[in-house]
């Protein structure tokens, strides 16, 4: 199966800046939602739970949410199927509708925390960076030769 995005720089560039919730709910439908009236107008802070904590519900559930931002050096696309194929080997091909800087992430009845498996998984970013191999430049190797040198004839 291959996956096909259907955009470039350009279009990136001109994409639309979106207002985004990630809700624990799976939701069996694709139409169209009138947020801002029927969720944003009920969101409130609620400082009982701790600074920057929000408030709301989904279905009669209670909804706990923070403000996260996307990772630096990375960029929050959605992406939306063209078409839905027939079997799981089909090439697939996606087309950007929006980017997003910041979400606001749900938690049902508990408050967000690092412990959390989507806050961990946005962790990764960072352990990812840091295991990332980049060639170490001559110069960097030298500094940190000298620094040690240093470093030693202190200790001794």
Not at 134 to 151: T, V
Request: hydrophobic content about 30%.
């Amino acid at each position: 199966m291959s996956i096909t995005l259907d955009f470039d720089a350009k279009q990136l560039a001109k994409s639309k800046q979106l207002s985004l919730h990630y809700l624990p709910a799976k939701i069996q439908g694709d139409g169209e939602a009138n947020v801002e009236k029927c969720f944003n107008n009920y969101t409130r802070e609620n400082p009982d739970y701790g600074s920057g904590i929000l408030t709301n519900s989904l279905r009669g559930y209670p909804l706990l949410g923070q403000q996260a931002n996307v990772p630096s050096g990375y960029k929050g696309l959605v992406l939306q199927e063209t078409e839905k194929p027939l079997i799981d080997t089909a090439e697939r091909q996606l087309r950007l509708t929006g980017q997003f800087d910041e979400f606001i992430y749900w938690n049902y009845d508990k408050v967000p925390s690092n412990a959390d498996g989507y806050r961990q998984a946005l962790l990764m970013t960072d352990v990812a960076e840091a295991l990332m191999y980049q060639p170490i430049k001559q110069e960097d190797l030298d500094a940190e030769i000298q620094r040690h040198k240093e470093s030693k004839k202190e200790n001794s």
